[in-house]
Structure formats: C-alpha cells, structure tokens
C-alpha cells in the first residue's frame, strides 16, 4: 500500500488500494468510509467494535497506512476537516504578509489539480455513469450550491444541447418543493457540492434519494456528505494558492462525461444539435429598425 501524501486524504488512499486490502482490513477501511472521519476519531476500542474487529486489528491497519501510531493517523484526520472547513476569510488571513502568488505557481497547481482530477476518473464506473446520462427516457436534474452552482450550470448547458428531458435546479431552497415532486425512481440527479458543504444541497440530495431517484455526487477529495447516498462519485482536488478553491479538475471531469455521453448517443446527439441550431437562428442577428413613417402632407 502507498503511503499517504499531501496530494491525497486518507479516505482517497482507501478508495485507491480496497482491492489489495485482506478480508478484515477492507471491513476496517468500509466503516471508515461509511462513518468519514468520525469513526477515526474514537478510541481505538470504540472503532473497533464499530467495525466489527480487534484493537490490535485497527492498530495494524493504521500502521500499514504508514503511520507511525494511532495518536498520527488521527492527527492527519483532524489536518482534513480543518481543510474542509477552511473559508476565504481563513485564507485571506493565513496570506497576510506572504509573498504574492505568482502566476506560475498558481499555474503548477491549476495542472496538478487538473492532472489528479483525470487519475481520479479511474475510481468511477464511467461506464455505468454514461448508461444513466445518456438515458433520455429518465429524467435528469442538476443542483449546485452558491460557488457550485457555476459548474452544474456549465454542465448542464452542455447536456442539454445532446439530450432533452433534463433540468437545472435554480431555486431559492424554499421553492426546492417543486422540482422534487417531479423526481421519481427513474430520475438521475447530478448534485455539486464542495469543501464548506451547504446544507440544502445535501438535504435535497437526501429528499430525491428519499424518491428513489439515482444520485450521482460531485465533490472534492474530502466528500461531500451526499458522497454518502450517490451511487457514483466524482472526486477532485480543489486546494490552489489562492483565497478560493479551484474546481477546474472537476469541469475537466464533466467535459469527460459530457465526451463520453455524446459518443454513446451518436447520431441522437448530433440531430439534435442541428435541430437546436435550426431553432436558435430564430433568435439571432439584428432586429431590423423601424421604418420612420411617412410625413403626412398637410
């Protein structure tokens, strides 16, 4: 098993290497994952008895993940929730009196999200992922929070020129009513919802699972609460030196699957991009001036 880096949490090594683990290891790594980081921050007994195994069980899969004790892998675990919950504010005062970032750092890190984003695709059953968004006959909706929202529009706005039958969900949370009551059990929604995790994405998530519909989460290497309920996941890196993340790895994945999905429509998918086409030229060019009238002879 590959140590833990900084390019990667404890929950992504997991993911990473479940089929190398034994039999009571995966059992360890599974309640981990389940309960993420809250069962790693009991006591070695407590999260033993959660996973149905020993102390000294725990203990060794500790040490296999390359930590040096118990008291260090439960460091590394409290080092991820205070990432998740960092804000620009936190940043912009943890950037008081550094050096300017400079373009070419910024730029380092932009690639190796990006670059990390495209390894992390390997982790999703995309073959799975295409059945469901290429499926026109189920009904597919898309939810972002406040900064999220941007990359499920731009998703959307993609989709929507390949397949019809799709909506995004652009609702104030106190109108979210309305376009749950159309979610149902052959509905697929694609939720967004990174670091900072907004409630009313993830309890809407909940409400539509709640309706049977088939959630598909996109989030960041420190999950999402709604990575919990989705049947497919999409994780990104989205540290950058900057008072915001940067979720560019995860537009790199939706363009991925927006790929993916026009390659198995096929003709589908370039008819009604034509048909779109056709459509938006009603829309287009100049609106011809009025001609002035006639001046009437007196």
């Known amino acids: 098993m590959r140590a833990y880096s900084i390019m990667s949490s404890i929950?992504?090594?997991?993911?990473?290497?479940?089929?190398?683990?034994?039999?009571?290891?995966?059992?360890?790594?599974?309640?981990?994952?389940?309960?993420?980081?809250?069962?790693?921050?009991?006591?070695?007994?407590?999260?033993?008895?959660?996973?149905?195994?020993?102390s000294p069980s725990i203990l060794r899969f500790v040490a296999k993940l390359k930590f040096r004790s118990y008291a260090d892998f439960q460091s590394q675990l409290r080092a991820e929730v205070s990432?998740?919950?960092?804000?620009?504010?936190?940043?912009?005062?943890?950037?008081?009196?550094?050096?300017?970032?400079?373009?070419d750092s910024f730029g380092a890190a932009a690639v190796g999200n990006i670059s990390r984003a495209v390894e992390l695709l390997d982790a999703v059953d995309m073959d799975a992922v295409v059945s469901l968004v290429a499926d026109e006959?189920?009904?597919l909706f898309l939810i972002g929070g406040r900064f999220s929202k941007a990359n499920a529009l731009w998703t959307y706005q993609l989709?929507?020129?390949i397949r019809g039958n799709i909506r995004l969900v652009e609702e104030e949370p106190a109108n979210y009513a309305h376009s749950?009551?159309?979610?149902?059990?052959?509905?697929?929604?694609?939720?967004?919802?990174?670091?900072?995790?907004?409630?009313?994405?993830v309890a809407y998530a909940a409400a539509a699972r709640q309706r049977r519909a088939t959630l598909i989460a996109v989030t960041d290497e420190w999950l999402s609460p709604i990575?919990?309920?989705?049947?497919?996941?999409?994780?990104?890196?989205?540290?950058?030196?900057?008072?915001?993340?940067?979720?560019?790895?995860?537009?790199?994945?939706?363009?991925?699957?927006?790929a993916r999905t026009a390659e198995a429509l096929g003709q589908k998918a370039a008819t009604r991009i034509a048909a779109v086409e056709v459509e938006r030229e009603r829309f287009s060019g100049d609106v011809p001036a009025k001609a002035k009238p006639a001046k009437r002879k007196i």
């Open 11 to 54: 929950l992504d090594v997991l993911r990473r290497e479940m089929p190398s683990l034994t039999r009571t290891e995966r059992m360890i790594a599974l309640e981990l994952m389940r309960s993420y980081p809250s069962a790693g921050l009991e006591t070695v007994a407590e999260f033993a008895r959660r996973a149905g195994t020993s």
């Open 83 to 103: 990432q998740v919950l960092q804000s620009p504010l936190s940043r912009s005062s943890a950037m008081r009196g550094k050096e300017s970032v400079a373009e």
């Open 137 to 139: 006959r189920r009904p």
């Open 159 to 161: 989709l929507r020129d």
């Open 180 to 201: 749950l009551l159309a979610i149902n059990r052959t509905s697929v929604l694609i939720a967004f919802d990174y670091r900072r995790y907004q409630e009313d994405i």
């Open 227 to 258: 990575a919990a309920q989705a049947a497919h996941v999409f994780t990104t890196p989205v540290a950058a030196p900057s008072l915001f993340d940067s979720t560019i790895g995860s537009l790199v994945q939706m363009e991925a699957l927006i």
